[in-house]
């Protein structure tokens, strides 16, 4: 029986590479998306074409609990063995401007929503001795001006990683990836972008193809767990920018 790889947040960018990373790997995949249905559905239709049913898509809000119910639920159905938290909200919330509101869906997002799918999965994933993988980031470590409930809720993330391993181990191995700048964000303009590469030792942009490699080396792993490898291009071994 093949087993399943549930993907938040995948039908773009680094979501889908690894989606498709999946695939090729002979896992069958669940497309979760919030919003792209286009994008979703055309990646499922492109995974199906290259081996019959082995995807289908499944929309969910994870900023509410009754979304992160539905997606588990819908999971659920599958032999999930492959829980990839990539799913993510990113935007400023400077704290003279913070609200409730906004505060709340970030963090539900970004930290709530991956620590109670593996509880939700957290069956299915024992059942076939699993990996879960939280796509984190560097700014939880050093944080993001402006960018506060961001950093705060990446670094709680890594703080579930490391928890959720203790907790499901030793059937299910739970690590992290906190990639520095791999894609740019949208509409970030090119100043930063030029300041951001001066501070990074090799002096480039990271691909996508640097975290499905990393996504690949944890899931073959099966003596790694409780870890967050960084894939950042050695910014983070240099002294605090700030940026």
């Known amino acids: 029986m093949t087993n399943w790889a549930l993907v938040t947040g995948a039908a773009q960018r680094i979501g889908r590479d690894i989606a498709i990373m999946l695939h090729n790997q002979g896992y069958n995949v669940l497309i979760h998306y919030a ?27 994870l900023s509410t609990e009754q979304g992160i119910e539905q997606l588990a639920s819908f999971a659920a159905n599958y032999p ?9 909200s990113f935007y400023p919330t400077p704290l003279e401007s913070l609200n409730f ?9 970004n930290l709530l929503a991956p620590y109670f799918l ?4 957290s069956a299915s994933l024992r ?24 950093s705060i809720s990446k670094a709680g993330l890594q703080m579930a ?39 990074i030792p090799l002096n480039k942009l990271g691909s996508t193809a640097d975290i499905t490699n990393t996504v690949r080396f944890l899931i073959d792993s099966h003596y790694i767990t409780g870890q967050v490898i960084t894939v950042d291009g050695g ?3 240099v002294g605090y920018q700030g940026a």
């Open 80 to 88: 999930v063995s492959i829980l990839i938290n990539n799913a993510s």
């Open 127 to 150: 059942a076939h001795h699993g990996s879960i993988i939280n796509l984190l980031d560097i700014h939880g470590v050093k944080p993001l001006k402006n960018h506060g409930l961001y």
């Open 101 to 109: 509101v906004d505060s709340q869906k970030l963090l539900t997002v």
């Open 235 to 237: 910014r983070t071994a």
């Open 161 to 199: 990683t490391l928890s959720l391993s203790q907790e499901l181990g030793p059937d299910v191995r739970v690590n992290g990836i906190a990639p520095g700048a791999i894609l740019w964000p949208e509409n970030s303009q090119t100043s930063v972008q030029d300041s951001i590469i001066r501070e």
């Open 118 to 121: 593996a509880q939700k999965l």
């Open 35 to 61: 919003n792209s249905h286009h994008a979703a559905q055309a990646l499922c239709d492109e995974l199906n074409k290259k081996r019959v049913n082995s995807s289908v898509i499944v929309q969910a809000e």
